[in-house]
């Protein structure tokens, strides 16, 4: 059967890497296996962490994670897609997990910010912060991760992926510290809680600062929704307008930014009418976008 | 035939890496004047670019890209300007194991204060992972008080991806600034 990938995380030549392979590989593995950048995938391409070094991790299904190792070698890739098919197959005939979802394709609603066992996405864990907690420290069941906002840092006892910031099962967990696998500056953990949540209220939104996309996992659309959001306050649908990109990409990146404090509301109002455009003649515009062909962009 | 050359400018302080990054986009071998460094208690290379760095690449309508690096130092500042004169947008690189590199943003600012206004100005700080400070924050910080709201990026030049993306930030603060 046919089978999807997507990637999170990955710089923009990675995920065309990835591609490419995919297209090379048409026909060598045991099922087929296609690209998609967004929507629900059977399987999804992963950098474990900023800090993790160079190996990739692929995800499928509900826990299953299997490692990629750079630099990327044909068989290493064909093999691990075909172990991960047998391991879909195998939960499937089992009626076990969903299809993974990539971090920018939560459809449905995140969960409500309060469930009754206190468990909750990533963000709305963090986001329950009290004033005068300086350390969060949760767990998802699978990584347990201490937030200090004092120090600005965080660590975790496994690489944070896009599952794991979409996931709504963290919870508080007081247990000691954890055994430190990854570890790095809190805000970004909070980009990925929120990039990963992907849900932002109504309302129009401005850019503050912009993110460091140098060190912050990032999507190319990001680069230009940061550049709208930066120029004027906006609704989501209507930068998603301007951008023409989905509604869902728009919310993953105010998601980001507004949990790392990139980007603040302006309130509930009309967004304002866009400015014309027209100033940037089609010659400027034409220009850029043959840059943009040129290289690659 | 009239051809329209359009340029991108490359500053920042000696050694930031304004010559690497115009090489990872070039292509043609980026044209270099190197001379003796007289300034060597400020930065210990043997060489220093004093006139410009030169590098192209071409479109697909004939047309050219000029990358531009301007003069690291400071005695060449007449010379920022000059070059900038009709550019697209500058990409600001900062040395982050300099001394002070706090200084040398506001002193680029002035120089390049219609870009940096225009949202034409792309900041891409360099060598982070040995002098993790001044964040990128700091910088941020540093704009703000200028009430400038300009993109802070930190880079290694050495990777090709990185300057892609100061080039694709560029190109999108031009396609949102009417
Ligand atoms: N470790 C490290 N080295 C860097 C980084 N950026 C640039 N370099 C190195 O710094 C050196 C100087 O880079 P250049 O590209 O010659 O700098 P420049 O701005 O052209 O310098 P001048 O021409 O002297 O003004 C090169 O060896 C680069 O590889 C960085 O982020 N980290
Ligand atoms: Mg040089």
């Not at chain 1, 999804?44 to 826990?63: E, F, M, Q």
């Not at chain 1, 949990?259 to 003649?281: F, H, I, K, N, Q």
Request: with cysteine; glycine share 10%; charged share 20%.
């Amino acid at each position: 059967m046919q089978r999807t990938l997507t990637t999170a995380g990955l710089g923009d030549k990675e995920t065309l890497l990835i591609k490419s392979y995919l297209s090379l590989l048409s026909g060598k593995t045991r099922e087929p296996w296609a690209f998609r950048d967004s929507g629900p995938v059977d399987a999804c391409i992963a950098v474990p962490g900023l800090d993790a070094g160079k190996a990739l991790t692929i995800r499928y299904g509900g826990d299953g994670e299997l490692r990629l190792n750079a630099p990327l070698r044909v068989a290493a890739v064909i093999a691990v897609l075909d172990q991960a098919s047998a391991c879909l197959g195998a939960a499937k005939s089992a009626a076990a997990p969903a299809a993974a979802t990539a971090a920018a394709s939560v459809a449905a609603p995140a969960a409500p910010a309060t469930r009754g066992d206190g468990r909750g996405t990533l963000a709305e864990c963090l986001r329950s912060r009290r004033d005068d907690e300086t350390v969060l420290r949760l767990s998802d069941g699978r990584a347990r991760v201490e937030a200090d906002f004092v120090a600005g840092r965080y660590r975790s006892s496994a690489p944070l992926l896009a599952q794991h910031a979409t996931a709504a099962d963290w919870h508080r967990d007081d247990a000691p510290a954890p055994v430190t696998a990854v570890e790095g500056a809190l805000t970004w953990l909070m980009w990925m809680a929120g990039v990963g949540e992907a849900r932002v209220q109504p309302g129009v939104y401005r850019l503050r600062r912009w993110p460091d996309f140098g060190a912050l996992p990032h999507r190319p659309e990001f680069v230009r929704l940061a550049a709208l959001f930066a120029r004027q306050a906006t609704s989501p649908g209507a930068a998603a307008a301007a951008a023409a990109v989905p509604v869902p990409e728009v919310e993953a990146f105010l998601g980001g930014c507004l949990m790392a404090g990139y980007a603040g509301s302006e309130g509930a109002l009309a967004a304002p009418p866009p400015r014309p455009v027209a100033t940037l003649d089609d010659g400027v515009r034409g220009l850029l976008g043959r840059i943009r062909r040129r290289l690659g962009l | 035939m009239m051809t329209t050359a359009r340029k991108i400018v490359f500053a920042g302080s000696m050694g930031a890496g304004k010559t690497t990054s115009i090489a990872a986009l070039s292509e043609i071998p980026p044209v270099t004047t190197e001379a003796v460094n007289h300034d060597r208690a400020l930065f210990d290379k043997d060489t220093t670019t004093v006139a410009l760095d030169y590098g192209e690449f071409t479109l697909d309508d004939g047309s050219r890209i000029q990358l531009i690096g301007t003069p690291g130092q400071l005695r060449f500042d007449f010379m920022w300007r000059v070059l900038a004169n009709g550019a697209l947008g500058v990409i600001l690189l900062v040395d982050n194991s300099r001394p002070a590199p706090l200084d040398d943003v506001r002193e680029y600012l002035r120089h390049f204060r219609d870009f940096a206004e225009g949202a034409r100005l792309v900041i891409g700080v360099g060598r982070t992972e040995s002098h993790p400070q001044p964040t990128v924050d700091a910088y941020a910080d540093l704009l703000a008080g200028e009430a400038l709201l300009l993109p802070v990026l930190s880079v290694d030049v050495r990777r090709r991806d990185d300057v892609l993306m100061m080039v694709h930030v560029l190109l999108s603060q031009l396609e949102a600034c009417a």
